[in-house]
């Protein structure tokens, strides 16, 4: 009777270790994806079959990642742009990706760097959502959801999207 109570006590025991052990190892890619936030995600009103764009925040509070690419189902195709100011024309131009910094944060906003909607599969109003699906080096897909702000909410720079022109 005794020893079969102390056997008992030593395979709970057992088991209690085996859990805790388990709790404490994590995959790396889950750790990469819990350093790196993607915040602030917003849009434009904008008409179907025509351009669109999101606006976001990216922070990495571990050892930096990338922006390797980008997807919305909102539109036919989704790129990765960097606005550049060529003699006081604003023009821009697709990145391949875009470095996140150790511990830093980038913000794409107008006039920098914007993630565009080509040809929206339907129109864009304030109070949409825009569902986006962002790819990094490290931390993975990482979805997030820009809300389509009026055209007052934030006040647009001159030439950040208004009248620019594709390259
Ligand atoms: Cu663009």
Redesign the pocket.
Known sequence: MTLMRRSLIAATGLAACGLATCALVLPQSALAQEALQVRHAWSRPAIAGHTG?VYLTITDHGAGDRLTGVNSAAAEKTEL?ETTNDHGVMK?RPVASLPIPANGTVVLKPGGY?I?LVRLKHALKPGDSVPVTLTFAKAGNRKAVAMVEGRGAAPAKPGSMGGMKMN
């Open positions: 764009v742009h821009m914007h565009m």
